[in-house]
C-alpha cells in the first residue's frame, strides 16, 4: 500500500485529487518486495511534480474505531458462515469517516434452519438474495479497501468496536483464516456493553439489567429501524456510543 499527498492543479492528478480532498492512495494487492505497476505510477508522479509532494508527519496518525456488526447463519465461527457485514469508520472524535455494507455468499444455507430455527426469518435476509451476493474473500477485500480508503494507515491501528464484537471479531478472524490471509485490524476490543455499564455505573451507581442492544438502546432512546440487520444495529451502536459521550448528532 503507498499514499501519496500532492496539491491536484496538475492535469495529471487534477482529477484523483479533486476527488479526494487532494490526496490519492495507490492501492494494490501485490506481495510486498515484489514488482508492482503501481511503483512505476508513484515513481513518475514523484520525478515529474517533485514540487507537489510532501512527507506526512510523524505522529500525524490517528486512532480510529471500525463499528461493525454481522449476520450470521448461526453461532459456531469455522461452521456458521457470514451472510451480511455492516460497518461504519469513526475517527477519534466519533465523527464518521463512511460507512460500508454488503450481502455475502454462502455455500451451506441449510445450516441456517437447524435447530428448529430459522435465522433467515429472524434476519429478514432472503437465502436466494444471497446466492448472487458477493463471495467471502470479495467481501472481505471490499471491507478492507474501505477501511484503508478512510483511514490512511496501516489497519492494525483500528480497532473494532460494537455490541458484544467478540462475536464479530471471532468470525472475522475465521474467515479471513479461511482464506489464508492475516486478519488485518487491532486485537483489542472496544465493546459497547463495557461503556454502557461505565456511563450508568457512574450515573445511578448501580449496574444495568441488560445489556443487549436492544436493553441499550431503550435506556437511551435509540431507534433502531430495523433491528437484526448488520447496517441499522451498526447505526444504533454508533448513535448509542454519540449519546453516551455526548456526541449524539443535533
Same mark, same amino acid.
Given at each position: 500500500?503507498?499514499?501519496? *499527498?500532492?496539491?491536484?492543479?496538475?492535469?495529471?492528478?487534477?482529477?484523483?485529487?479533486?476527488?479526494? /480532498? /487532494?490526496?490519492?492512495?495507490?492501492?494494490?494487492?501485490?506481495?510486498?518486495?515484489?514488482?508492482?505497476?503501481?511503483?512505476?505510477?508513484?515513481?513518475? =508522479?514523484?520525478?515529474?511534480?517533485?514540487?507537489?509532494?510532501?512527507?506526512?508527519?510523524?505522529?500525524?496518525?490517528?486512532?480510529?474505531?471500525? =463499528?461493525?456488526?454481522?449476520?450470521?447463519?448461526?453461532?459456531?465461527?469455522?461452521?456458521?458462515?457470514?451472510?451480511?457485514?455492516?460497518?461504519?469508520?469513526?475517527?477519534?472524535?466519533?465523527?464518521?469517516?463512511?460507512?460500508?455494507?454488503?450481502?455475502?455468499?454462502?455455500? /451451506?444455507?441449510?445450516?441456517?434452519?437447524?435447530?428448529?430455527?430459522?435465522?433467515? =426469518?429472524?434476519?429478514?435476509?432472503?437465502?436466494?438474495?444471497?446466492?448472487?451476493?458477493? /463471495? *467471502?474473500? @470479495?467481501?472481505?477485500?471490499?471491507?478492507?479497501?474501505? =477501511?484503508?480508503?478512510?483511514?490512511?494507515?496501516?489497519?492494525?491501528?483500528?480497532?473494532?468496536?460494537?455490541?458484544?464484537?467478540?462475536?464479530?471479531?471471532?468470525?472475522?478472524?475465521?474467515?479471513?483464516?479461511?482464506?489464508?490471509?492475516?486478519?488485518?485490524?487491532?486485537?483489542?476490543?472496544?465493546?459497547?456493553?463495557?461503556?454502557?455499564?461505565?456511563?450508568?455505573?457512574?450515573?445511578?451507581?448501580?449496574?444495568?439489567?441488560?445489556?443487549?442492544?436492544? @436493553?441499550?438502546?431503550?435506556?437511551?432512546?435509540?431507534?433502531?429501524?430495523?433491528?437484526?440487520?448488520?447496517?441499522?444495529?451498526?447505526?444504533?451502536?454508533? @448513535?448509542?456510543?454519540?449519546?453516551?459521550?455526548?456526541?449524539?448528532?443535533?
Amino acid at each position: 500500500f503507498r499514499r501519496v *499527498l500532492f496539491r491536484s492543479d496538475e492535469p495529471f492528478l487534477r482529477l484523483y485529487g479533486s476527488a479526494n /480532498h /487532494h490526496k490519492v492512495s495507490v492501492l494494490c494487492y501485490c506481495r510486498k518486495g515484489k514488482f508492482c505497476h503501481g511503483d512505476i505510477l508513484v515513481q513518475y =508522479a514523484v520525478d515529474k511534480y517533485p514540487h507537489l509532494f510532501e512527507k506526512e508527519e510523524k505522529g500525524a496518525e490517528m486512532k480510529c474505531l471500525l =463499528a461493525i456488526d454481522l449476520e450470521t447463519t448461526g453461532l459456531k465461527p469455522g461452521y456458521n458462515e457470514i451472510t451480511q457485514i455492516g460497518a461504519v469508520m469513526l475517527d477519534d472524535k466519533l465523527d464518521e469517516l463512511g460507512s460500508f455494507e454488503t450481502l455475502v455468499h454462502i455455500n /451451506h444455507p441449510e445450516r441456517g434452519r437447524e435447530d428448529s430455527f430459522d435465522v433467515f =426469518a429472524y434476519t429478514g435476509i432472503d437465502p436466494a438474495s444471497l446466492e448472487t451476493a458477493p /463471495h *467471502l474473500k @470479495d467481501a472481505l477485500r471490499a471491507l478492507e479497501t474501505f =477501511a484503508r480508503s478512510k483511514v490512511g494507515f496501516e489497519l492494525g491501528k483500528v480497532s473494532l468496536f460494537g455490541q458484544n464484537p467478540r462475536f464479530d471479531a471471532r468470525f472475522l478472524e475465521e474467515a479471513y483464516k479461511s482464506c489464508g490471509w492475516k486478519f488485518p485490524f487491532d486485537f483489542h476490543l472496544v465493546a459497547l456493553e463495557s461503556v454502557y455499564a461505565s456511563h450508568q455505573l457512574e450515573k445511578t451507581g448501580q449496574l444495568p439489567e441488560g445489556m443487549r442492544l436492544k @436493553d441499550i438502546c431503550k435506556k437511551l432512546g435509540v431507534d433502531n429501524a430495523q433491528a437484526h440487520n448488520a447496517m441499522s444495529d451498526v447505526r444504533a451502536t454508533v @448513535d448509542a456510543l454519540r449519546k453516551m459521550t455526548k456526541k449524539a448528532d443535533k
